[in-house]
């Protein structure tokens, strides 16, 4: 029998898939499935990541493409100067997460704390725009 299918994945749009690839190895831990380069040779129109095992695509900007193909409104977190969504890890230590991006070259913006709902928590900001959370379950009081 077939790995079932996982019913939502992101598609992350960035400047530089190459570059993000391997920042996201080193600093999340992900494993690399699928890189399928664009004509230019430089580029890539897709790539699968797997982040204990769930997969994330992410593809490189292709701004002259831009309404057609369907891509009217996709832009890399920098053009837009944000994002909207936060892709959020569960860890076994947040802490250890955050530390191992933060010395890959991610921005913290919300420190490892206790929260309130029961888990440690914390927020990073990529080097290409995207935010990523990161938790484990905190021991019961």
């Known amino acids: 029998m ?65 309404g057609s193909h369907g891509v009217d409104a996709v832009f890399p977190p920098d053009q837009i100067k944000g994002t909207s969504v936060t892709m959020h890890l569960e860890v076994r230590n947040c802490d250890a997460a955050v530390k191992r991006a933060e010395d890959a070259g991610a921005t913290v913006t919300l420190a490892p704390w206790d929260s309130f709902w029961g888990a440690r928590y914390a927020r990073i900001m990529d080097p290409f725009g995207h935010s990523w959370s990161f938790a484990h379950t905190l021991p019961a009081k």
């Open 2 to 66: 077939a790995d079932p299918v996982q019913v939502v994945t992101p598609h992350l749009v960035v400047r530089d898939a190459n570059a993000a690839i391997e920042f996201y190895k080193k600093a999340l831990g992900a494993t690399e499935a699928v890189r399928m380069p664009a004509e230019d040779g430089k580029r890539l129109m897709h790539a699968e990541l797997n982040f204990n095992g769930a997969r994330i695509f992410l593809m490189d900007d292709f701004p002259e493409h831009r």
